[in-house]
């Protein structure tokens, strides 16, 4: 059995990563004959007043003193009276019970949101006035529980 022939391509690889090899610990050499140390000041970058990076430090005459006790902290804690509300008012602007789906206009924000059969809670038609749940779909917000919206009555 003979040895396998290389192809010219082959070589001509072979040969380019040779040469690239041997530049890059040419490179290397150099580097350490020319025996440039990096130290830890040449790395420092300083922050100015403005948020730009720059090599120089800052200038002391500039620098203000905070007053720690003067720094308010603060918790802010859930507050169920400033949570949004999730239950919306809307109208249907389209709906075709054929294919499963349709869109209601919100009243407040005017947005259009997709609502699905499945998330019906009674059946709705165009220009119904209903009451739903925004809720994450696959694709954006999406309407949930939708069912008619109906009047309280006081008297009744």
Same mark, same amino acid.
């Given at each position: 059995?003979? =040895? #396998? /022939? ?5 070589? %001509? ?7 690239? =090899?041997?530049?890059? #610990?040419?490179?290397?050499?150099? @580097? @350490?004959?020319?025996?440039? @140390? ?7 970058? !300083? ?5 730009? $990076? ?15 006790? +003067?720094? %308010?902290?603060?918790?802010? =804690?859930?507050?169920? /009276?400033? +949570? ?7 109208? *249907?602007?389209?709906?075709?019970? +054929?294919?499963?789906?349709?869109? $209601?206009?919100?009243?407040? #924000?005017? /947005? #259009? ?8 809670? %009674?059946?709705?038609? %165009?220009?119904?006035? *209903?009451? !739903?749940? $925004? ?10 529980? *939708?069912?008619?919206? =109906?009047?309280? /009555?006081?008297?009744?």
């Amino acid at each position: 059995m003979g =040895r #396998s /022939q290389g192809t010219y391509n082959k070589k %001509e690889v072979r040969k380019k990563q040779d040469k690239k =090899r041997k530049e890059k #610990s040419e490179k290397r050499a150099k @580097k @350490k004959s020319e025996g440039k @140390k990096s130290s830890f000041d040449d790395m420092i970058a !300083y922050v100015d007043e403005f948020g730009q $990076i720059t090599a120089t430090p800052p200038d002391p005459d500039k620098k203000s003193v905070v007053d720690a006790d +003067s720094i %308010e902290l603060k918790i802010t =804690r859930n507050n169920p /009276q400033a +949570s949004p509300d999730y239950i919306r008012k809307g109208v *249907v602007t389209f709906f075709n019970w +054929s294919k499963g789906y349709g869109f $209601i206009r919100d009243s407040v #924000s005017q /947005q #259009s949101i997709f609502v699905h059969a499945n998330s019906l809670l %009674e059946p709705v038609k %165009e220009n119904d006035v *209903v009451v !739903y749940e $925004i809720g994450k779909g696959p694709k954006g917000p999406a309407a949930m529980k *939708v069912k008619l919206f =109906r009047e309280q /009555q006081d008297g009744a």
